[in-house]
């Protein structure tokens, strides 16, 4: 177009970013020294975290972590889709209750909750069935009925699902409404609409923060050593507290939960590509790519 100046691109060359060269040095600088206080530092203790790290007591402790995150997160899961189902309904009561529960998980420690739980034999002393205001059924022992491994349950599920809710409530508002509308000018029945349109697009906003909140709920078992389960950080506590081998234990535990929640990374990049067909632009980054610091290529996010 005439008028503009010729522009001559003979000599172009990359621009230069001496900022970042700065920050690399500085970073290889702290990884250097990070690598030198593992190994120099006698203070970790190396042999005592490799007699540990696979000794039988650890591994029920960590039997113990899986089988609480698989079980609370049922809960959750189970709870957030009544509740979010709650909150989207035109009932007026449904949706209070429903919003009352979320505030009030959402709004409180889950720690405090689960002590709560633990200790519910002071409010409660006997557990009863029946009708309500009416006679009683069965009744039982609350100190009999609450375990803790049924306290922790209660704590990280309850409160979970809460989470959950606000997760799948997200998702399904994330549907365009017309596209509902227009099954149902199709003569689709609600129950079909919600199974082959609105669900199949809501699970791509669904599924990365939940597999995010089993991550989270690996890590929250933890909690559960203050009312004396045996999990793996109650584990590790009751062996140092014998042989006072702090550190060397805790490495121990910090290992076994960066090899569980590096394996839920990679299962969730999956089911998240899985679901993200179609919508390449969102594609998840794979656990490779992440670790590598690989940036996505232009046409991974344009085509």
């Known amino acids: 177009m005439s008028g503009l100046p010729d522009v001559d691109v003979a000599g172009a060359s990359r621009t230069r970013h001496p900022l970042r060269w700065v920050a690399s040095i500085i970073l290889l600088v702290l990884a250097a020294q990070l690598v030198s206080l593992l190994v120099t530092n006698p203070n970790f203790q190396w042999d005592v975290v490799f007699r540990y790290v696979n000794a039988q007591v650890i591994g029920q402790g960590i039997f113990t972590t899986l089988l609480l995150t698989v079980i609370a997160m049922f809960v959750g899961v189970v709870l957030g889709v009544l509740l979010a189902i709650g909150r989207l309904s035109e009932n007026p009561v449904a949706r209070a209750a429903c919003g009352l529960y979320v505030w009030f998980f959402r709004g409180t420690p889950v720690l405090v909750q689960l002590v709560l739980w633990y200790n519910l034999s ?6 009863s069935l029946g009708i309500p205001f009416g006679p009683e059924f069965i009744s039982a022992d609350t100190n009999l ?3 803790p491994l049924l306290a922790a349950i209660l704590g990280l599920g309850l409160n979970e699902g809460a989470y959950m809710a606000e997760i799948i409530r997200g998702g399904l508002m994330s549907v365009d409404p017309g596209q509902t509308e227009a099954a149902s000018a199709l003569g689709m029945s609600n129950a079909r609409t ?10 791509r906003f669904i599924i990365p923060p939940t597999g995010s909140q089993v ?11 203050v009312i004396a389960l045996a999990d793996l950080l109650y584990t590790v506590q009751s ?15 910090c290992v076994w939960y960066l090899v569980i929640t590096s394996i839920l990374y990679v299962g969730q990049s999956f089911i998240e590509r899985h679901y993200a067909r179609g919508a390449t632009r ?13 940036r996505r290529r232009p046409s991974e996010v344009t085509s």
């Open 122 to 127: 002071y409010l409660l002393p006997k557990i």
């Open 194 to 203: 919600f199974r082959r349109i609105v669900l199949p697009q809501a699970m």
């Open 282 to 294: 969102h594609a998840p980054q794979s656990f490779w790519a992440f670790l590598t610091f690989r």
């Open 145 to 147: 009925v609450i375990t």
């Open 239 to 253: 062996i140092y507290n014998r042989t006072f081998q702090t550190i060397p234990l805790l490495i121990v535990a």
């Open 215 to 225: 991550i989270s709920m690996l890590k929250a078992t933890s909690l559960v050593s």
